[in-house]
């Protein structure tokens, strides 16, 4: 059975840090590529980032320079390093995997929340 679990959300203060985890069972880790994805109350669901199997990443451009995406295959999970946290960084953050011909996988989503 595939599981994503994710952790690591909160609240946080405007300016402040969070670093999200992704731990993933049943799949073959190394074999996908994984994204953070969030959802705010009223809004689409967006990537945030991603990492393909090679490491290659890419950001949304609201948070390139503040975020960052990385993941370790000896442990089966990703992570999402998140700086310079903003009030509109407030949403449910959720991870998914992904390979060719494959269907994807999600995350039950953690809450995180910016705000003073």
């Known amino acids: 059975q595939v599981q994503l679990v994710e952790s690591g959300g909160g609240l946080v203060q405007p300016g402040g840090s969070l670093r999200l985890s992704c731990a993933a069972s049943?799949?073959?880790?190394?074999?996908?590529?994984m994204g953070w994805y969030r959802q705010a109350p009223g809004n689409q669901r967006e990537l945030v980032a991603g990492?393909?199997?090679?490491?290659?990443?890419n950001y949304a451009d609201s948070v390139k320079g503040r975020f960052s995406i990385s993941r370790d295959n000896a442990k089966n999970t990703a992570y999402l390093q998140m700086n310079s946290l903003k009030p509109e960084d407030s949403a449910v953050y959720y991870c998914?995997?992904?390979?060719?011909?494959?269907?994807?996988?999600w995350g039950q989503g953690t809450l995180v929340t910016v705000s003073s």
């Open positions: 998914k995997a992904n390979r060719p011909s494959s269907p994807a996988h």
């Open positions: 049943g799949i073959s880790f190394s074999m996908y590529s």
């Open positions: 990492i393909s199997r090679g490491g290659t990443t």
